[in-house]
Nanobody, 125 residues
Framework: QDHLMESGGGSVEAGKSLKLACTTSEDTFRGNCIGWFRQAPGKEREGVAAITTGSGQTAYADSVKGRFTLSRDMWKHTVFLEMNDLQADDTATYYC??????????????????WGPGTPVTVSS
C-alpha cells in the first residue's frame, strides 16, 4: 500500500511564497509519478503539477505555470512544490498522490492513489 504525507502549508499574504513537501517510502517514490492536487472549499479537486521521479520530467496546470516549481530529493524520497507569487485563488488544501502505471505523468487525478491527509494553504489578499 502506498502512503504519502504532505507538509509545509500555512497562511501567507498575496505575492508571498510557500514550499510544500510530499514524503513517502522509497518503493512508492522511485520510478513513479508523484502528483500535487488541490481542492478549495466548494470546488472540485484539480491537478496542479506532477513529476516523474526518475527522469525529473514535470507537468503543470496552466494556472500555476511560471509560479510553481517541482523538485525532488532522491535520498529523502520527497517531492517539493515551491509556490511563488501566491494569489487568493491558490487557497486550498493541497494533496499529493502516486501514479504507478502511467508512462507520462499527468495531472488528471484518475490514475493516482495513496492520497495524503493534505496540507492547507491560505492566501490573503
Amino acid at each position: 500500500q502506498d502512503h504519502l504525507m504532505e507538509s509545509g502549508g500555512g497562511s501567507v499574504e498575496a505575492g508571498k511564497s510557500l514550499k510544500l513537501a510530499c514524503t513517502t517510502s522509497e518503493d512508492t517514490f522511485r520510478g513513479n509519478c508523484i502528483g500535487w492536487f488541490r481542492q478549495a472549499p466548494g470546488k472540485e479537486r484539480e491537478g496542479v503539477a506532477a513529476i516523474t521521479t526518475g527522469s525529473g520530467q514535470t507537468a503543470y496546470a496552466d494556472s500555476v505555470k511560471g509560479r510553481f516549481t517541482l523538485s525532488r530529493d532522491m535520498w529523502k524520497h520527497t517531492v517539493f512544490l515551491e509556490m511563488n507569487d501566491l494569489q487568493a485563488d491558490d487557497t486550498a488544501t493541497y494533496y499529493c498522490a502516486v501514479d504507478r502505471r502511467s508512462v507520462r505523468c499527468g495531472i488528471s487525478g484518475r490514475p493516482y492513489h495513496g492520497w495524503g491527509p493534505g496540507t492547507p494553504v491560505t492566501v490573503s489578499s
